[in-house]
């Protein structure tokens, strides 16, 4: 009997062990799927770097000084990568014009936040991504796009980004504009210059930046590559 009972323990044991693989499969495949979804969203844009990754990382730290719980950190790092996944239906030609973007060309790549919403679609575990993907570009005082919200109607996730975007976009160079350095891009969003205004901003996402922001520098150098 106890032999028996010891077998049955070891066959329960067995399928578990092989169950719990199964999941860890199952998650390995869906995160290497995201990213290489993120990735795919710049193959028509010059920044072939670290841009998504980085994006994540400064998330997580603004996230985790403004309290937000662990899983909020933790979903937020991973499924900030998709947020411009929209670019892979804005044209190379927009994306790598070296000159000033006409209006209709403005207007064109201001598409990118519907279509990245509207890729990501309706999946529960995606819905931070999506949400982030409609959002982050709009701001503080309703002159964002692509829906104008205002001031809590930004979703905390899209408000995050977007304050971590506007710092790595800054620090990035580009064929239009010279990357700048640290000192130099945090003075633009905490002071404001003619394009980004700390109005922009939730205050508290504002707060979070100034006090984690030599983090936000260690996080660039590090994955500049």
Known sequence: YDASVLNSLVVQSLFLISLSTQ?????????????CLARASEANDEDTGNHILRLG???????????????????????????????????SE???????????????????????????????RLKMAKDIALSHHERWDGSGYPEGLKGEEIPIEGRILNIA?????????????????????????????????????????????KEVASRFEAIYEKMKG
């Open 165 to 209: 975007d506007q710092y790595d976009a800054l620090r990035n160079p580009r064929v239009y504009k010279p990357g700048f350095d640290h000192e130099t891009t945090s003075k633009i969003i905490t002071e404001g210059d003619r394009r980004t205004m700390p109005h922009h901003f939730h205050p508290l996402e504002l707060k979070a930046f």
């Open 57 to 91: 990382e400064y998330c997580a730290v603004i996230a985790e000084d403004m309290g937000m719980a662990e899983s909020f950190i933790r979903k937020i790092r991973f499924q900030a990568q998709l947020h411009d996944v929209g670019k892979i239906h804005t044209p």
């Open 94 to 124: 927009i994306l790598k014009k070296p000159g000033k973007l006409t209006q209709e060309e403005l207007d064109e790549m201001k598409k990118h936040a519907l279509a990245g919403a509207k890729i990501i679609g309706d999946h529960p």
């Open 23 to 35: 999941v860890k499969e199952t998650e390995d495949a869906f995160e290497y799927i995201v990213h």
